[in-house]
């Protein structure tokens, strides 16, 4: 089984993030050759600043090492080291229809917010379908608003193999935990970098936790029950807390007598200690720049090595070669 995932380099990582892709996809380094790469080629549509694009590039190849990705079981790599993704994306792009990228929810929503419709937003899709299929990846875990995007990919893997021979490439299956799919933003909706809402895991404690503090609650009087349902705080708290505390602070939003401010302070503090065997090793990490240009060096030599294969296949296939 070969597993395949990517993050693009659009910000600083937050916990969206990290329980949607990172964890899940670093979990399975066991289970056979795992994959990570990123994503900035795909970053580009939306970050306009080469500064940026750069310092975030390498920040989240720290990050990624910090959250237990291991290179000596993976293949971790930029996006970029491997220009064989672009070809493949072409060959794709010629037996995609308009009408599979004109259904593709997050276009729609990105121009909504204001993203520029470029070619490159609207073509997304078929990069990412290139990205996983030139790596023969049988499974893909992504957050739940990336399954369409899944779905995309299988079509275009069946259509190459369905006009040119079964086999030509692999037809990935998508890994999602429901539990965590979605995870909620500190106003409610979806995090996410394009909705200003997250909360990071490497930044300053103060900073952070006061960023918790600021979630909005209703006016409730502490000696009051607290609803459950729509609660901004709990669904948070339920991901940096074991069950059984997690049910406590269920139980003192039904029962009443316990203040939103407490609530917020436990959530914060749950939420710090989390992260803090991963801060600390980012911070070694940080400190030996060399070793991150070797794990990345190293990991798109692995890659073309497996991309070349594929895609000689594929030209093969299609009358390229």
């Keep these: 089984m070969r ?49 940026d694009l750069r310092a975030w590039t390498r920040e989240l190849a720290l990050d990624f090492l910090a959250c237990g990705l291991d290179p000596q079981r993976s293949v971790f790599f930029r996006q970029s080291d491997v220009p064989e993704v672009n070809e493949l994306a072409w060959i794709l792009s010629t037996v995609c229809p308009l009408s599979l990228l004109e259904k593709c929810h997050s276009y729609k929503d990105k121009v909504a917010k204001g993203f520029s419709a470029s070619h490159g937003l609207f073509a997304y899709p078929v990069l990412m379908a290139a990205d996983i299929l030139l790596y023969d990846a049988n499974q893909v875990p992504v957050g ?48 996410s970098k394009s909705y200003h809402n997250t909360l990071p895991i490497f930044d300053e404690e103060k900073p952070s936790k006061k960023l918790i503090m600021r979630i909005q609650t209703d006016s409730t009087p502490v000696e009051e029950p607290k609803p459950v349902e729509g609660s901004l705080l709990l669904p948070l708290y339920r991901l940096f807390a074991d069950d059984a505390a997690y049910q406590e602070m269920v139980a003192q939003h039904e029962a009443g007598g316990v203040g939103y401010g407490d609530f917020k302070k436990r959530l914060a503090e749950a939420y710090w200690d989390f992260f803090a065997t991963m801060r600390q090793r980012r911070s070694e990490l940080a400190a030996d720049p060399g070793y991150i240009d070797e794990v990345l060096a190293q990991g798109a030599a692995k890659a073309r090595a497996t991309a070349t294969v594929t895609l000689d296949r594929v030209r093969k296939a299609v009358g390229l070669a």
């Design 3 to 51: 597993v395949l995932t990517g993050l693009q380099p659009s910000g600083k990582l937050h916990v969206g993030n990290y329980f949607g892709a990172m964890e899940p996809a670093v979990s399975l380094q066991q289970a056979g050759d795992a994959y990570y790469f990123i994503a900035n080629y795909h970053a580009m549509t939306t970050v306009k600043d080469p500064a």
């Design 144 to 191: 739940k608003d990336q399954k369409q995007h899944l779905e995309v990919t299988r079509d275009l893997a069946g259509k190459i193999n369905e006009a040119f021979g079964e086999g030509t490439l692999v037809v990935p299956e998508p890994i999602i935990r429901e539990s965590v799919a979605v995870v909620p933003g500190l106003d409610g909706q979806k995090m």
